[in-house]
């Protein structure tokens, strides 16, 4: 049996086959048209008559048919299908980027198809199933992805784009909020509130997004003549950011005046632990300033100061990088969006 | 132009043309087979030596090439993609339903597309689009569906789940926590804790979750010759929850000592209320009791008591039920997970 034996007349009836879904085929027979007709009536650009046009998604509209926008897409060489591949749905940002990716996608006639990875895995295990849904572009978000399958979506001629993590491969983008310039801004904040022993958690030390935290946090310091006095590693998470502080704030550690947490989550934990674990006052003895401005930062018990994410802007562009498809030249191509500082309670 | 001749090559080189993506009839020159020998390498069931696919597999993995899952599946009159239809990311209950819904469909070999109903909006707007996709089955969480739009499902026999909303439609499933009976259950606890002025505050009125979780409440009261003293809409929300609770404790008002929320969003949010802006105390003069047991319920500065929704098993029947595609006979068909009552320092 050859390929094409395997395509009687598709699109049109591949899926309605077994389904008893009312196709192209059954309306132009019930109108007396050619059935390429009635999939005409659904395209924008069509040189049919409004009189024939509104016949036939009267009917349409009647008999429940919708066309099959899969294989129309594949005609016309897209499915029109993005794929998200995600590691981390317990850190609030990552399902606000959820909602607003899948508006934003949605508003420019894509969809979203999501790819969870599973704790522990990185994206590489699930690339070869998302590759084989044909998507027209890939988004990589809280998840590591090897340059070998970098190569691979290049191969194929799948758009790739990593948000909230920069990669050095020069055949892909990156989106990010400007990370290194926001965690120096925090630190030049701290200063001028006369903070002397400021210390950072860190989420996963792999990730850019931390490293580039770290590393703007040290260079503001730095600025003026201080340095980062203890860091401990919180794994992103409210548990990591809770362990992080029993260790920073234990009998016989130097005095920290100010924890500065490469996420919002964590900087919850820390919060959770200073109120409850010890006698120290935020902000009057330690001040707390986080990454992100998830919901939870602006509720009134925490009253969290971090740096808000600009998740809308950081979409648009993501959106339309996936269409230019590949970076020109062969450098790293990164896109920082301005994120800021939002000023509350806790610093 | 026929909808014969818009698809020259399909599926093999369909999408390939454009993007230079390696195809099937590429292998099958270089290697001097058919194009459907390569084709059969990839089906599990094929008669082809050991040698032969292997030959090919090595080829395909070199070259980068991957077969078409979505013209695969439309060729055996499934896409293998189930929508998933979500109304709302901002209760912390959903992303946690969205990452298992993911993990448990790609372990059964589907794959999710997701669409977000925006905020205001019902599951209506967006089923046309959703349709379109050709979708093996749909579920809708947190959103209204018009029966004319599941009536629309059924005619195109695309299986259709409510998750966590019941329905009256004869037509489709519903998968549910046995909210009446944990709401009676969170009753009878707080009566035997000597509580005699029991609140409620409702998420959406028109909700069968919402409806369900009073009715239960009221009942289990009722047993112990109690009612509900007190009533507040708080929209599902951390700040309805606040809202609500400002209500519900404004000078003035009979004395209330225990309030048992929809969800838990709302219970943090009257947590958040009673403890910074009254000087009531938790749990000595007010119990507080939630729904869902979301991550932050277990969070030591919350301590929530609060009802167990066993995402798991709920989604493990949502994807069994859509294997089955529609109840038989002709009455609204509910599965009912149990859950359970998580006590904490809340209640």
């Known amino acids: 049996m050859t390929a094409k034996n395997h395509l009687p007349e598709f699109p049109l009836t591949a899926t309605a086959r077994s389904s008893g879904r009312p196709t192209a085929r059954h309306l132009a027979e019930q109108l007396g048209v050619a059935t390429s007709t009635v999939t005409r009536a659904f395209d924008a650009d069509s040189r049919i008559s409004a009189k024939l046009r509104s016949r036939i998604l009267a009917l349409a509209d009647e008999l429940g048919y919708r ?23 317990s850190n609030p940002f990552y399902p606000a980027v959820l909602e607003a990716f899948s508006q934003q996608l949605r508003a420019s006639g894509q969809q979203l198809l999501l790819f969870v990875v599973p704790a ?4 590489d295990t699930l690339m070869p199933q998302v590759l084989q849904y044909q998507v027209d572009g890939i988004v990589v978000t809280a998840a590591k992805l090897s340059s070998h399958m970098s190569e691979l ?16 491969d020069p055949t892909v983008w990156s989106v990010c909020c400007d990370n290194q310039r926001m965690a120096a801004a925090v630190a030049d904040y701290l200063v001028q509130q006369n903070r002397h022993a400021c210390a950072f958690i860190s989420g996963d030390l792999q990730s850019s997004t931390t490293a580039d935290r770290l590393l703007g946090f040290e260079q503001g310091l730095a600025v003026h003549g201080q340095r980062v006095v ?12 809770r362990a992080a502080a029993a260790q920073l704030f234990c009998a016989g550690q ?5 924890v500065f947490c490469a996420n919002d989550q964590m900087a919850l934990g820390v ?7 010890t006698s120290l006052r935020v902000p009057e003895d330690v001040a707390v300033v986080g990454f992100d401005d998830i919901c939870a930062a602006s509720y009134p018990e925490h009253a969290l100061t971090t740096v808000h994410q600009p998740i809308e802007q950081m979409i648009a562009c ?11 030249g062969n450098t790293p191509a990164l896109c920082e969006i301005p994120g800021h500082l939002v000023l509350r309670a806790t610093a």
């Open 230 to 241: 203890a860091q401990c590693h919180g794994g992103y998470s409210y548990e990591g950011g």
């Open 271 to 277: 919060l959770s632990y200073l109120r409850l674990n």
């Open 254 to 258: 130097p005095a920290i005046d100010a």
């Open 67 to 89: 066309p099959n926008a899969i294989a129309r897409s594949l005609n016309r060489r897209r499915t029109g299908i993005v794929a998200l591949v995600m590691g981390d749905m």
């Open 318 to 328: 993501v959106i339309r990088l996936l269409g230019e498809g590949h970076p020109p």
């Open 153 to 168: 979506c290049a191969r194929q001629g799948v758009a790739l784009v990593f948000l909230n993590r920069r990669v050095e």
């Open 120 to 123: 522990g895995a990185d994206a």
